[in-house]
Each structure stands twice: as C-alpha cells, then as structure tokens.
DNA sequence: CAAACGTGTCGGAAAGACTTGACATGTCGG
DNA sequence: CCGACATGTCAAGTCTTTCCGACACGTTTG
C-alpha cells in the first residue's frame, strides 16, 4: 500500500471494519486496536494506509490519537460507482431483461 | 487475488479499466486486451478476477467470448458505501462545521 | 481432417502487501 | 526528572499478486 489509491484502501476488510467503527464516532488508536486479533504495530499501518488515502483524519490529544472518518474520503468511491450504478439500476428494473439482453450476440 | 472480494478486485486499476470500458457494451476478450500494454494472459487473469468477484458475465460465443457488465455485482460495493454516504453529506453541507469538529477533543 | 484462430491455464520471476517483534518518540503522573 | 503509557516506525520473513512466455483446448475455415 504505497500509494493513496482509496480503492487499494478498501480492499482490506479490516480496514473497512475499521471505517465502520469510526462512524459511531472518533475513537483513539489503541481502542481500534483493541477491536482486533491484531498486533498494534499492524493497526497502526491500517491506520496509516486509511489516511494516506485520505479516509481518516487525525488528531493527537495529548498522547492519544484521536481518528474520525474523513466525510470526503470516500466521495472518490461514490463518484467511480456512480455512472454504473444508473447502468445498473437501469437494467434490474427489469431483471428479465437482463437475461434477454445476454442472448443478444454479435458474431 | 484468491477469494471473490468485490473490493479486492476494484483494487487493480486495469480492472477498473475494464469496468469502464464493459460499459459501452460487452465486449471479447481480445478485444479488452488489445485496449492495455499487457501481455493477454495478464488481461485474461484479470477478466477471471472480475468473474469470481461477480463484476462481469461470461458469454461464449463460437470461438469468442463475450464478457459484459453484471448489473448486480457492485450492488455489494453501493450498499457498503451507503451508510457513509450519508454521514459525509451531512458533514459536507457545511465544510466549516467539518473543520470545526476536529477541534472536538475529550482528554 | 488440418491449419489458423481465440482464449484459458501453467510455471516461474519480480514486486508488493501483511504481519510480527524490537526499538524510538513524545506525554503524563509523582 | 523518571517510570509508565500511547503510539509510530524499522527490519525481516512470508504469502500474494502481477506479469510474462509457452503450451493446451476447443472452434472455425478451407
């Protein structure tokens, strides 16, 4: 996880675990750890990969570090999977449709 | 890429590629192929990804095979993104109050 | 049927991610 | 100040991903 990639960011499930923590509301890096059968050290890196993809912010408090979701982290998600999701809609309208439509080849 | 993880597959920026390129309407594999500077089993092993996480449908067709959008498979991306979606246009309705509630600390 | 075509899969090499244990940094309490 | 605490970072091992070249398999064409 080098670079910043929001979607690399979510292909980790406890990462994504983690950004489902944070919407009850802020909590410090040893409490997130303290939610899984992880070492700290590993947490931390999740943490540093969430916010270098500018999914979390953070905010040191004396010696605790409090993380909070960061609202526009995942408006680059939403708006990837925007165009497809009218595609998408479109079609299960109809889901038989969907069926027809894969019948239609062109050789 | 071992399991079927929606998310680990939207991961890889050619698979995204591929996504978008399916919008315009199924399309064979060596025609996806042709579109990148990969070698073609590079891109076959990426439309094998993208079945198993459900993201695309296989058709053959002769010798062919047609691959196109599965209307249903970022369904499970949507629905994970929803809750968030909320939270962060709440937030985003004022950024202000964003930047204000960082300040927000309990010692 | 044989050659050409479209595509998937296998073996292996290079790169990268994840985890862990040990160490470093900064902060609080006495 | 000194020890305890909260947390980040480094080094190294292991597993996974990604890519390529070569080969295999079914389909079409002549």
Redesign the interface.
Known sequence: MVDN?V??A??N?VR?EV?GLL?GGPMTAGAIAGRFELSRPAVSEHLRVLRLAGLV?E?P??RKR?Y??A?????A??A??H???R??RD??TSLSD?LD??E??Q?
């Open positions: 990639d979607f690399s979510l292909a499930p994504r950004l919407r912010h905010n408090s004396g409090y909070e979701l609202p526009e982290g995942l408006t998600v939403s990837w999977l165009p497809f999701e595609y998408w079609r299960l969907v439509a894969d239609k080849e050789p």
